[in-house]
């Protein structure tokens, strides 16, 4: 399914960050946010300390706090359960690799946490390292990412990017919380930060549910595969299945939110999927990778 999280939805994202809590259709507002507290208490209880408590005047703050607590404490202590590479250790370049930041504040992944600025230079290092001719994204939203590998690719790169279209509002397969939360505000709001910028014109915006999409058209013709749209299990073994035939030989697979909290289905698929395939994550990061 095309949708993503980004940066600036932190409160949405903190609050339920406890456990893959996953449901085939939008609960109940009511039920929603009553659950969503309740895992938002345990992250707290779990990774919290003293000095989260100098963050009571703002809770979902606090609860940000104990979730990327929790991130740190797994990546120090070694228990993220894949190897961690930067990616000139996998992919060597004999020379520097420059990479284009995106100078823009909204939906921006430089902020408080620097795992997501992690994410989006290794991310940018990626796609500088390939050089690919094609890309496909699985998960636009604002289209912060999709800028990004406009920024970073050559002038006559194909970026393809994958999204629910407007009037669809019940995934095919489990959701979690947040992605329910980001359909939902993806409806409302279909302006990408790539608009009217000379990136544009290599991107093509794509509508349609992951899991029923039809990725004939691309199959064996993507060099780097970027999967960020729905965290459930579910989603993200469904995309990664069809990843895979979408690539070749030497091209490489990149997920998002590996290893964070309360996003398990991502973590849950990928050790998973790491005993017969070669995965790293990044240090510091929650961004995974392998080359096909």
């Known amino acids: 399914m095309g949708l993503r ?3 600036s939805h932190k409160g949405s994202l903190a609050a339920s960050n406890a456990g893959e809590l996953t449901h085939a259709r939008p609960a109940m507002p009511s039920t929603k946010y009553f659950r969503t507290s309740l895992l938002g208490l ?3 209880v779990v990774g919290g300390n003293v000095r989260a408590l100098g963050l009571l005047s703002k809770p979902r703050d606090m609860v940000y706090y104990a979730s990327e607590t929790l ?3 797994k990546t120090l202590a070694e228990r993220r359960r894949l190897p961690e590479k930067n990616i000139w250790e996998v992919l060597p370049s004999n020379s520097a690799i420059p990479v284009v930041l995106a100078g823009i504040s909204e939906d921006s992944w430089f902020g408080p946490v620097a795992s997501y600025t992690a994410d989006i230079v290794s991310l940018c290092l990626l796609c500088r390292r390939l050089n690919p001719k094609a890309i496909f994204e699985i998960g636009t939203l604002r289209g912060y990412t999709t800028y ?4 970073n690719s050559a002038a006559d790169a194909k970026i393809y990017t994958l999204d629910l279209p407007h009037d669809q509002m019940n995934p095919k397969l489990q959701t979690t919380l947040v992605d329910d939360w980001h359909i939902q505000a993806s409806h409302r709001d279909r302006k990408y930060i790539f608009d009217g910028t000379p990136e544009a014109s290599k991107i093509t915006p794509l509508f349609g549910d ?3 999409f039809d990725f004939s058209p691309y199959c064996g013709k993507i060099d ?3 999967i960020d749209g729905a965290h459930s299990y579910e989603y993200v073994r469904s995309d990664t299945l069809n990843a895979i035939q979408c690539c070749h030989e030497g091209s490489v697979i990149a997920w998002h939110d590996f290893g964070r909290t309360g996003v398990n289905g991502v973590s849950r ?3 998973e ?3 017969n395939h070669k995965i790293y994550t990044i240090p510091g990061g929650s961004l995974a990778f392998m080359v096909v």
């Open 269 to 271: 698929w990928l050790v």
């Open 148 to 151: 990004h590998l406009g920024l």
């Open 224 to 226: 780097l595969f970027f």
């Open 210 to 212: 992951s899991a029923s």
């Open 71 to 73: 991130f740190l404490y």
């Open 42 to 44: 345990r992250n707290l």
């Open 5 to 7: 999280h980004s940066y």
């Open 273 to 275: 999927f790491s005993k």
